[in-house]
């Protein structure tokens, strides 16, 4: 209790001192009690400094967990004014490493051997830090050069304590803001919760990335590391050593040959893949993770580093983006209104006609126009302030993928400034949508519902019996419920047997026209 005190007053003198309380109170319609707060404060003096650069230096100055908030937050720009978003983000590579004694007896602790045991060679100096773990290269005994990821120690006391607080001040938030409820800060901090909790265990870290490895083994696009599961435990993994430049140094990449456009576009494809494919996406796709080989047989390939966040999408979620993708990519702003009532994102007494005209103001102006005109910031500002009209309710389920899709329009801007985005997509969302909904789609649901059917038709004829036995005999308890069973069984296999009919006597009468058209051809 007491050490949570004094952590509560570092937090409180830090926020004083960069005067956090004067940009928590321009957030409040208050003046009076801004004022009041003002007056409290008043040994300190006036803070000329902007307060986009106060947030950022007093962050830091709170530590890891601290810091890691500040990279979240600089992701939500639909809930950040554009400079503090700007600002927080340079937060990405701004953690000092922990000393090398610390990592090796983390390295000791977990493996069971010291670093010289383990490795041909290892250095000690980290070539990459960050505000979970650090990076250190290695050479194994096999030859193999590797890289070595070390928690940082003592990381989930400090978690836990931080976000506790977190907590605490959020449900005072709720209390206190009306706004609240629709952008349910109780829900955002317990999603950067879990966040942290996941990336605290490496070897969930390395479990997506043997995924992500997997789902792209066959691709010419995305190359991810191999992990060495022999060297890896929940505070040290070991991976495939990647050598390429990184995506953010655009005049390195050019001098290579790099072709920049296509890599901007191989970029956005790789963004729609994850997530319309597999479901399965990297959700921390900023320039610090991504990686350009420049090796002969692997040239203007991506590289992906650090899987500690993923995202996941339910086919229910997919289907809904992609309706919406391909509304908002063919302007039909009413189909768009009709999918978030449909979906409850916004109230079912919503009009559809006044939210499809709000949509069309955000997005009409984006179209036809070359990305380096756009500023998705401030698009999903506009949606922001529409959704808050609409009381459009915040989804923290897809707050990653709102992340990502910013991290590649950032990735867009510094490769291709004039890629656009939409016409990019829009080929490969309409192809996706047509594997799904065609032919396709269908043939492939038909083989993967097959087994199962194959087990529901051998027990109609005992289904239907054991119904009416129960119907002979009205007091049985499960009456009801075999009756209901035996509707819905009967009834799905209704519709598949009657697709089946449609789907065979289709195809017959197709065969059937074409051998009169062939013999009717050769009379004439």
């Given amino acids: 209790m007491i050490l949570k005190f004094l952590r509560l007053l570092k ?69 950040m004014p554009p400079d503090i978003a700007d600002e927080l983000a340079l937060l990405q590579d701004r953690v000092p490493p922990f000393p090398s004694d610390q990592a090796i007896a983390q390295i000791t602790l977990s493996l069971g051997a010291h670093p010289d045991q383990l490795f041909a060679s290892f250095d000690p100096v980290p070539v990459a830090s960050a505000s979970i773990a650090q990076v250190h290269f290695a050479t194994l005994k096999n030859g193999k050069q590797v890289a070595v990821k070390v928690l940082r120690p003592g990381m989930k006391k400090t978690i836990d304590e931080d976000v506790a607080l977190m907590h605490m001040a959020t449900g005072l938030l709720e209390k206190v803001w009306a706004d609240s409820r629709r952008l349910k800060p109780r829900e955002v901090v317990a999603e950067f919760d879990k966040y942290l909790h996941d990336e605290l265990d490496l070897m969930r870290e390395a479990a997506n990335a043997s995924q992500l490895r997997r789902n792209f083994a066959d691709s010419d696009l995305l190359m991810v590391p191999e992990m060495y599961w022999d060297y890896c435990s929940s505070s040290v993994i070991v991976m495939e050593r990647m050598n390429g430049i990184p995506v953010s140094q655009i005049d390195r990449l050019a001098a290579e040959g790099v072709d920049l456009k296509k890599l901007s576009s191989d970029g956005v494809e790789i963004f729609f893949t994850q997530v319309f494919r597999d479901g399965f996406f990297h959700a921390d796709m900023h320039p610090g993770n991504i990686l350009v080989s420049v090796e002969p047989e692997t040239f203007g390939r991506y590289i992906a580093l650090d899987f500690g966040i993923v995202g996941t999408l339910n086919d229910f979620d997919k289907d809904y983006l992609s309706q919406n993708f391909l509304a908002f990519f063919r302007r039909d702003y009413k189909r768009v209104a009709e999918a978030h009532i449909e979906s409850g994102w916004a109230p079912k007494n919503t009009r559809v006609d006044e939210l499809e005209s709000a949509v069309r103001a955000c997005c009409e102006p984006i179209f036809d126009r070359p990305l380096k005109d756009i500023s998705f910031g401030q698009i999903l500002l506009r949606l922001f302030q529409t959704s808050r009209r609409f009381n459009v309710e915040v989804q923290p389920q897809l707050v990653l993928l709102q992340k990502t899709l910013l991290n590649i329009e950032g990735l867009g801007r510094q490769l291709d400034p004039d890629l656009d985005l939409w016409k990019t997509a829009k080929p490969y969302l309409e192809r996706w949508m047509g594997e799904q909904v065609g032919w396709r789609g269908l043939v492939e649901r038909l083989k993967a519902e097959a087994p199962r059917y194959a087990h529901i038709f051998p027990q109609l004829p005992r289904l239907m019996h054991q119904a009416l036995e129960h119907h002979a005999h009205p007091h049985a308890a499960t009456n009801h419920e075999m009756m209901n069973m035996l509707l819905v069984e009967v009834r799905r296999s209704n519709r598949m047997l009657g697709f089946l009919a449609w789907l065979v006597g289709g195809v017959a009468s197709g065969i059937i026209a074409a051998a009169l058209l062939v013999h009717y051809g050769h009379t004439f």
């Fill in 11 to 79: 937090i409180f003198t830090v926020a004083t001192k960069y005067g956090l309380d004067e940009i928590a109170m321009s957030g409040f319609d208050a003046p009076r009690m801004a004022r009041f707060v003002s007056g409290m404060f008043f040994w300190r003096g006036r803070i000329t400094t902007p307060r986009a650069i106060r947030l950022r230096l007093a962050l830091e100055e709170l530590g890891p967990i601290f810091i890691k908030f500040g990279q979240v937050l600089s992701t939500r720009r639909d809930l």
